[in-house]
Nanobody, 124 residues
Framework: QVQLVESGGGSVPSGGSLRLSCVGSGYMYSNACMGWLRQASGKEREAVATIDSLGHIRYTDSVKGRFTISRDNANQILYLQMNRLNAEDTAMYYC??????????????????WGQGTQVTVSS
């Protein structure tokens, strides 16, 4: 079955950087859309960034220019480099996949698989 394990979260001051990682297994990683979701306390889960099997990338508007998603197909690892973090980025971050080659949308509800999450806390 699909398994996703995230790491790399932590606490940083505003303006700082973090790099999240996710190891995927149990499916054809190189042929799957991958992405990152996040959920802040009291808010709905939202899609942050996606990358499909051909490397096409999408970001939600609030992270454009600050976050970079990338994938290492050989090692089945997904990354999210987060720069210039601010308090609004504080959330639990989840690695996700729809287990399809294309990324269906930027709606969190279209991504049925996710890991246990890694917490990112940005202090202002």
């Amino acid at each position: 079955q699909v398994q996703l394990v995230e790491s790399g979260g932590g606490s940083v001051p505003s303006g700082g950087s973090l790099r999240l990682s996710c190891v995927g297994s149990g499916y054809m990683y190189s042929n799957a859309c991958m992405g990152w979701l996040r959920q802040a306390s009291g808010k709905e889960r939202e899609a942050v960034a996606t990358i499909d099997s051909l490397g096409h990338i999408r970001y939600t508007d609030s992270v454009k220019g600050r976050f970079t998603i990338s994938r290492d197909n050989a090692n089945q690892i997904l990354y999210l480099q987060m720069n210039r973090l601010n308090a609004e980025d504080t959330a639990m971050y989840y690695c996700t996949t729809p287990d399809t080659p294309y990324c269906p949308s930027m709606r969190a509800s279209d991504f049925p698989y996710w890991g246990q999450g890694t917490q990112v806390t940005v202090s202002s």
